[in-house]
C-alpha cells in the first residue's frame, strides 16, 4: 500500500522494532494511547517490550513512512467454553482518519491472532467494547461486528471492579 509516496507497512509486535528505534516506538506508541484514553494515561507505564513478547498478547502497528499513525491490540483469555480474543486500543492519529488505516490495522490484527491461536482453540470469538461517544459504531458493524445485545435478547452489561 502506497498513499502519496509514502509507503504503508504492517508491523505485528518486535516487528516494529526492525523499523525504528525502541525510544522512537515507545514515543510515538504513547502518543497514540494519550490520544485514546487522555492524559491521565501518560502516568502509566507503557512495559511495551514485554507485552510485545507475550503470548497471550498481540499488538500490530501501521506504519505510514516513518510514523506509527495507528494501532490494535489483541488479549487471549482461555475462558471455557470458547477461547475470547479481546480486542483494545484500536487508534488511528486524528490527522490520517479517513485514510483506511484503522480498517487495515483491524483486520491484520484479526488475521495475526488467527495465525497465532486457531491452531490451539478450536473456536473463538473477537469481542471489544466501545463506547457510545466515540460515535464509531458504524466502523465497528462494517468490520463485521455486532452487539452482542442480540445474543442475548436483553442488554448486556459489562461489570467492573477496579482494584
Known amino acids: 500500500m502506497n498513499i502519496q509516496g509514502n509507503e504503508v507497512q504492517v508491523l505485528i509486535s518486535r516487528e516494529v522494532y526492525n523499523v525504528l528505534p525502541d525510544e522512537v516506538v515507545e514515543e510515538q506508541y504513547r502518543s ?24 497471550s498478547e498481540i499488538i500490530v502497528f501501521l506504519l505510514y513512512g516513518r510514523r506509527i499513525v495507528s494501532t490494535a491490540q489483541a488479549s487471549l483469555a482461555t475462558t471455557f467454553p470458547r477461547a475470547h480474543v479481546y480486542i483494545n486500543n484500536v487508534v488511528t492519529l486524528a490527522s490520517h482518519h479517513r485514510m483506511g488505516f484503522a480498517s487495515e490495522v483491524l483486520r491484520s490484527l484479526q488475521v495475526a491472532a488467527l495465525d497465532r491461536w486457531a491452531e490451539t482453540y478450536e473456536q473463538f470469538r473477537f469481542e471489544l467494547s466501545n463506547s457510545p461517544k466515540k460515535d464509531n459504531a458504524g466502523f465497528y458493524a462494517r468490520m463485521g461486528f455486532r452487539p452482542r445485545t442480540k ?13
Open 151 to 163: 445474543e442475548s435478547g436483553d442488554e448486556t452489561v459489562v461489570w467492573v471492579l477496579d482494584v
Open 32 to 55: 497514540l494511547m494519550t490520544q485514546l484514553h487522555g492524559e491521565a494515561s501518560s502516568a502509566v507505564p507503557l512495559q511495551l517490550p514485554a507485552r510485545l513478547v507475550s503470548d
